[in-house]
């Protein structure tokens, strides 16, 4: 059974600092990793997708990669109270497989 | 470009009784999924699509969900009977080409009472 975990917070911040939002996977055959945000009563929305070890920048988001580690993570530079949701961690083993979702990690950003 | 398109965004019935909602995904994609969330959790994938293929339905509930993609793009999700554990919101998304970024719609938010 594949699985993807992170932790359930709430992980508060206060607003201009950094978030780091961290994921774990079972998989080590995965190749494709995804982070989305949901806020409440809405539906998930892709923040940005990695697929290489290493570092993709996107703004004020940053997602690092560790295949070895079997390790994702999500920074937020600047953290705004508009950051505040839950943040979701998705893996894929191959293309044209399914995703697996964490459980999310819920996020605030306190002014 | 339009996004996802769910219908309808609410339902709320009875347990036993049936019911079925509608995605539209965005055009030109090929893969259609559609996920279950439950309160709290990270969304269940319950089936995905390939145009009109099944490519994954191993946690659907066949005894009592169903769906289908006639055609390659609207899909439908039923299900009969409906059971109280099946209050959830029931997300589609679709994606396309090698990247295979997945793209949501609003969901509809099934209570059942």
């Known amino acids: 059974q594949k699985e993807v975990e992170q932790n359930s917070g709430p992980l508060s911040v206060p607003e201009g600092a950094i978030a780091s939002l961290n994921c774990t996977y079972s998989d080590r055959g995965s190749q494709s990793f995804f982070w989305y945000r949901q806020y409440s009563g809405k539906s998930p929305e892709l923040i940005m997708s990695?697929?290489?070890?290493g570092d993709k920048e996107d703004g004020r988001f940053t997602a690092q990669l560790n295949k070895a580690s079997q390790y994702v993570s999500l920074l937020i530079r600047d953290s705004q109270p508009s950051d505040s949701a839950t943040y979701l961690c998705?893996?894929?083993?191959?293309?044209?497989?399914?995703?697996?979702f964490g459980p999310g990690t819920r996020l605030s950003v306190l002014p | 470009e339009a996004g996802v398109a769910q219908s309808p965004r609410y339902k709320i019935i009875e347990k036993r009784q049936s019911v079925a909602f509608w995605c539209n995904p965005i055009s030109g994609h090929a893969t259609l999924y559609w996920y279950q969330q439950i309160l709290g959790q990270g969304p269940k994938l319950l089936i995905q699509?390939?145009?009109?293929?099944?490519?994954?339905d191993s946690q659907l509930p066949k005894d009592r969900f169903s769906a289908e993609r006639l055609k390659g793009v609207d899909s439908t999700l039923k299900i009969q009977p409906a059971k109280l554990e099946d209050s959830a919101v029931y997300l589609c998304a679709s994606s396309f080409g090698v990247k295979d970024e997945q793209y949501f719609g609003p969901g509809t938010r099934l209570t059942v009472t």
């Open positions: 699509f390939q145009n009109n293929g099944v490519v994954d």
């Open positions: 998705a893996v894929r083993a191959n293309y044209g497989q399914n995703f697996v």
């Open positions: 990695i697929y290489s070890n």
